[in-house]
């Protein structure tokens, strides 16, 4: 009720009236199987409680009014106006003109936007404000579009207007997701699977480098090159189309015939990291939270030693705070070389956590961590008093 009210009294301190509807789009974060999407292999997001909010009211003329509690710039263009900005508006402005372009018919509009995702963070704010826009908007124009082509559309506005080469993972999970479930997903076939997350006295506890990325692009790229050479090798000796199609066994019987051992790591984190995210699967569906708390410290464990893309900042919170009493898992989530750790642990030691990693963070890199405790929450949604 807080928000819903925080939200009403400042639209109406906006735009003097009250708001037609209020809409709601998580953040998201990817607990288990890293880099491996583009080797053929299944990704294990789910929503958070956290994420973006909009009220929105139609007005009579063709006048598109955006602000945002998080920022303080605003926006006023028209319907038959609307020009790309190179800030935040650029993502609702994105979306409006897909939807136009698919037949939808809108007059203008007041949209206040409110976000609980901390900036920078890496929990995907950029795909909850196109899906809190799309659903917005397919509602109020009575569109018929479901949630699955909003978000295949919300990705390609990221693709195409903001000009983001992403996949469709976070506009996925931001859309499907359920509360207390994980999705496993196939990035290429978009076939997925609702699996249970249920956390009782355990949270997740979010874990933020603060530190900037500079490695990532170039990885990634370079990542990208030596997983196909590898397939190349791979498909000499088995009938397979991508890396995750293979079992770590068969990998293992050709390791003599990769003449360089960097190959054969990068190789053998995509078939170990699949297996894990299958064994996840599995354990989740049993209630066996240590176990798949062992599971996302072996995929760490293998983004660092083998696919080698975590770095100092990412590892000191992760060894640090597997330290911390109650932890039963933590890893990196995310592309590497900064951004954010995903910790599986007690309620009670969330503190003890926070202090510890904390102060042994500040000792190792000079800055400090920020800390963010999140549930698993359901996808995109319109809004009721109640429900906030």
């Known amino acids: 009720m807080e928000i819903f009210k925080k939200l009403n009294d400042e639209f109406e301190k906006r735009y003097n009236t009250i708001a037609d509807e209020i809409y709601f789009a998580p953040g998201r974060v990817n607990l288990i199987g890293e880099h491996i999407d583009y080797n053929g292999g299944l990704v294990f997001p789910c929503a958070l409680t956290v994420g973006t909010y909009l009220a929105l009211r139609k007005r009579n003329d063709d ?7 998080n920022f303080e710039d605003k926006l006023e263009t028209a319907l038959n106006d609307l020009e790309k900005t190179n800030e935040w508006f650029d993502y609702p402005i994105g979306i409006l003109k897909s939807l136009q372009e698919k037949g939808g018919k809108f007059s203008g509009m007041e949209i206040l936007y409110y976000g609980t995702i901390p900036n920078s963070s890496g929990l995907s704010s950029s795909a909850s404000i196109e ?35 992403c996949g469709i993972m976070d506009q996925f999970a931001v859309g499907m997701g359920k509360e207390e479930h994980a999705i496993a997903l196939d990035c290429n076939s978009l076939s997925y699977e609702y699996v249970p997350v249920v956390l009782n006295e355990y949270s997740l506890l979010i874990s933020n480098t603060n530190s900037k990325r500079k490695l990532s692009d170039s990885k990634y790229n370079e990542r990208l090159a030596e997983c196909n050479k590898a397939l190349k090798i791979v498909k000499q000796h088995f009938d397979v189309k991508n890396l995750c199609d ?13 003449e360089d051992i960097t190959i054969y790591k990068k190789a053998r984190h995509v078939v170990t990291e699949q297996a894990r995210v299958e064994k996840a699967i599995e354990l989740l569906k049993a209630n066996d939270l240590k176990g798949f708390g062992e599971l996302m410290n072996a995929s760490h464990d293998s983004l ?6 975590t770095g100092k900042a990412l590892d000191t919170l992760v060894y640090e705070g597997r330290k911390t009493n109650g932890v039963i898992g933590s890893r990196m989530t995310g592309a590497g070389f900064g951004g954010c750790t995903v910790t599986l642990l007690h309620k009670n030691s969330i503190e003890e956590y ?7 963070y500040e000792n190792e890199m000079g800055i400090f961590p920020e800390f963010y405790a999140v549930g698993i929450g359901s996808g995109v949604m319109k809004l009721k008093n109640q429900t906030i």
Do not use: C
């Open 63 to 69: 006048k598109i009014l955006l602000q945002s509690l």
């Open 131 to 165: 899906l809190v826009t799309a659903y917005a908007l397919n509602d109020i124009a009575n569109m018929n579009l479901d949630t699955v082509d909003l978000v295949k559309l919300s990705q390609q506005v990221e693709n195409k207007y903001i000009g983001v080469n």
């Open 246 to 258: 293979l079992n770590i066994k068969d990998l293992e019987s050709i390791k003599d015939k990769f």
């Open 304 to 309: 660092r030693d083998d696919y080698e893309v």
């Open 354 to 360: 926070k202090e510890k990693v904390s102060k042994a």
